[in-house]
């Protein structure tokens, strides 16, 4: 049972443009949400993250958007540079959960076109 | 955040032999610890969550006697695969809890039974 999903394995996005990644979750449970970014054979680097008491929340060329009606989020990088090709993985956590526990998607695959 | 550090970055084993794979918080003292495995081109999936001074809670499917789980102080957790099988290779990464939900990640370790 997949209760965090990326449904799009990969992206292709010029350099320059925005890059939108989208995650679906399951569980209403769910109340925090983060994205990591990961190069192959490296652990996953923390992006961005964002509480389910808000709907948005910015860092730098970073953005995350949360529709709680929906149970979706996504995550838009803008302007996108070739550096920021990588996998994608959102996670999320509860915090009802006893010892907050991350669960991941899937990931997407983003290539940057310089 | 917090520095993560594994040993060894990737190692080679006979079948029937045991790994012992360490994960070391550097500049955060950490109560709480989390050993992950990914497959290729799969999510991360959450094995054991290691607790400093106690055992270690394992996710269901995870044998708790193949994987042993030792967190003798705030600045190391280790990961024992016993009697390594070709199915356990895998890429396998440890996280350091650093808040209610957010986790920094060390950079993995391949590990590949022959």
């Known amino acids: 049972d997949q209760q965090v999903k990326q449904n799009s394995p990969s992206l292709s996005v010029q350099e320059g443009r925005i890059s939108i990644l989208n995650c679906d979750y399951t569980?209403?449970?769910?109340?925090?949400f983060l994205w990591y970014k990961k190069y192959p054979a490296e652990g996953p680097t923390f992006l961005i993250s964002?509480?389910?008491?808000?709907d948005k929340n910015e860092d730098g060329r970073f953005t995350v958007f949360l529709n709680k009606s929906a149970k979706h989020l996504s995550l838009h990088i803008v302007p996108s540079q070739p550096g920021d090709s990588a996998v994608y993985f959102c996670a999320a956590s509860g915090s009802n959960f006893g010892n907050e526990k991350l669960t991941f998607g899937t990931g997407t695959r983003l290539t940057i076109i310089p | 955040g917090a520095v993560v550090s594994q040993h060894p970055s990737r190692v080679i084993c006979k079948s029937g032999t045991s790994v012992k794979i360490e994960c070391r918080s550097l500049d955060f003292q950490a109560t709480t610890m989390f050993w992950y495995r990914q497959f290729p081109k799969q999510s991360l999936m959450l094995m054991a969550t290691?607790?400093?001074?106690?055992?270690?809670?394992?996710e269901q499917g995870v044998e708790k006697d193949k994987f042993l789980i030792n967190h003798a102080s705030l600045t190391l957790s280790t990961l024992t695969v016993t009697s390594a099988h070709p199915e356990d290779s895998s890429f396998y990464i440890c996280s350091v809890r650093t808040g209610v939900h957010e986790q920094y990640f060390g950079p993995g370790t391949r590990l590949t039974v022959t």
């Open positions: 569980n209403s449970m769910f109340d925090y």
């Open positions: 290691s607790n400093e001074g106690s055992k270690a809670t394992y």
């Open positions: 964002i509480s389910s008491i808000k």
